[in-house]
């Protein structure tokens, strides 16, 4: 008896120990770029139906709308300009443009310690959107976002470990100046975080702009050139199967100037794409073929995402579903087809239509997320903190989403049948020769923290521990943790004269700090 006493005791204390020091990369329970591709919605014979379709799409159909920069590269490529303004791919262009394509894309970091590696199905998650609202949890009420607010969410991201890039999710509303509000929002993201940054451009024009302060950040265009840790969301397609003329300008531009792109087809199930679950697919994978073609005509090989995008509508009012199980299997369907050409692909997952980060967000969340990954997309956009279809944007919600995201990949990493892990010798030691049960173990202690992932805000404990602790509320507690990162100085702040630089070439709206 005193031996257990011992090894129960001995247990106790080696489990704090080693829940106190962190771990090492390469014993982490979950981490970026972990394999999913476990699930697959379509069957192969599926797969070929929709990548079929699509070419026919393309041969037949064709995409409007090209900026004559675009008919002119497209044309040159072998696209053909029919009478009627639509540029149509024969089946060979595509062929040529996929052998071409990237099929290896790293998105850097700044700091370089969280570059993203995207091929095959490692799986990434991180944020994304364009919403026009902060959503206050303290006062149940939306108000308008502004630049102090998406410099607030960067640096939140830049401590969770389970987001793992930035993709500019709300917009500077308080900028009325477009020009100003797209540079203000790339100041804003990389002085609150050195992960990965995506954002958007608002014309043609601004990217100049944008790379003067990008070269500028990097210490000179060749640096950036060679880890360019900011890229562009193209929304390229104004679905159905037209070119959005002033964005496809932006990506030209954005090419020439070394950043990788996300070819982003957004195209709404029953309104700008078909109604089925196969046939939206089918479509976000003919418009983002066309791009595909767009960009390695322009150059061949340049880092580009193939970004099916496709959000489901609620039929009986025409509003967003993206909490919904539609949308999780479109976004799982993408990924299918990401696989299928070989390409690094992205695609929506973890947003909820929910105005708040209650029990209804919890479900949505988790939803998407979990199939994403498991699915094996490799860029799972808008998986933390959107709400009410897009249009709301919550800071604790990102916070609570790190223990989300955490459990869904562990449901990614899923579960190794070894000799070690079917455990036969452990069995036989604790039922024949030891106290009968495995807490304390030194296996069991080896692996709580190699295989467990435990959550930092979510709780765990006993209605009697509950009532102790004075009953723990978890919005409470993210709220906690926002003010507590708030309230230090950005680990991703630019160089003081680097900064002030800035400042003098840009009229920069955020307040120093």
Not at 282 to 298: K, R
Not at 463 to 481: G, Q, R, V
Request: with cysteine; proline share 4%; hydrophobic share 40%.
């Amino acid at each position: 008896m005193s031996e257990n006493k011992t090894r129960r005791s001995g247990g106790r204390a080696a489990r704090q120990a080693m829940r106190a020091a962190p771990l090492a990369d390469n014993v982490r329970p979950i981490r970026a770029g972990m394999e999913g591709g476990t699930y697959k919605p379509l069957s192969d014979h599926d797969v070929q139906r929709i990548h079929e379709t699509a070419l026919k799409a393309l041969e037949t159909i064709g995409m409007a709308d090209a900026p004559q920069s675009g008919i002119d590269v497209l044309v040159n490529a072998g696209a053909i300009l029919g009478d009627d303004g639509r540029l149509r791919f024969p089946r060979s262009v595509v062929e040529d443009a996929l052998a071409m394509a990237a099929k290896k894309v790293t998105l850097f970091s700044r700091d370089g310690k969280n570059d993203l590696e995207l091929y095959g199905n490692r799986v990434h998650y991180g944020t994304a959107g364009a919403a026009v609202h902060l959503v206050d949890v303290e006062h149940n009420e939306y108000r308008e976002c502004g630049v102090q607010d998406l410099h607030n969410a960067a640096k939140i991201v830049d401590k969770l470990d389970n987001v793992h890039f930035l993709q500019r999710p709300m917009v500077c509303r308080d900028i009325p100046d477009n020009y100003e509000m797209d540079l203000n929002t790339i100041y804003a993201c990389c002085s609150g975080t050195t992960k990965h940054i995506g954002t958007s451009f608002t014309e043609p024009d601004f990217v100049k702009g944008a790379f003067e302060m990008l070269y500028e950040i990097a210490g000179g265009e060749d640096k950036y050139r060679a880890r360019p840790f900011l890229s562009n969301s193209n929304c390229f397609v104004v679905p159905p199967m037209k070119f959005a003329t002033e964005s496809c300008e932006v990506m030209e531009a954005c090419i020439r100037g070394g950043m990788p792109v996300l070819l982003l087809s957004a195209g709404m199930a029953g309104a700008t794409a078909p109604s089925t679950t196969a046939g939206a697919i089918a479509q976000a994978t003919a418009e983002c073929l066309a791009g595909i073609v767009y960009v390695n005509a322009i150059k061949p090989g340049h880092p580009a995402i193939f970004g099916t995008w496709p959000f489901g509508l609620d039929l009986r009012t025409g509003a967003m579903s993206i909490g919904s199980g539609e949308q999780a299997l479109l976004t799982a369907g993408c990924a299918q087809m990401h696989k299928f050409y070989g390409l690094p692909g992205g695609a929506a997952g973890g947003a909820s239509d929910s105005k708040m980060p209650d029990m209804q967000a919890g479900w949505e969340q988790m939803c998407s997320n979990v199939m994403a990954g498991l699915a094996g997309l490799n860029m799972v956009y808008e998986a933390a903190g959107m709400h009410a279809s897009l249009l709301g944007f919550c800071l604790e919600s990102l916070i609570i989403a790190d223990d989300v995201i955490g459990q869904a990949q562990r449901c990614v990493r899923g579960i190794e049948v070894s000799d070690e892990t079917l455990a036969l010798d452990q069995i036989a030691d604790v039922c024949l020769n030891g106290p009968g049960h495995y807490l304390g173990t030194d296996q069991t202690l080896s692996r709580m923290e190699a295989d467990y992932v435990y959550p930092t805000l979510g709780d765990r404990t006993s209605p009697k521990e509950w009532l102790e602790n004075d009953k723990p509320d978890l919005i409470e507690k993210a709220i906690k943790l926002k003010n507590e990162i708030l309230a230090q100085k950005s680990d991703a702040l630019l160089d003081p004269d680097l900064d002030m630089a800035l400042r003098r070439d840009f009229n920069i709206h955020l307040k120093r700090g």
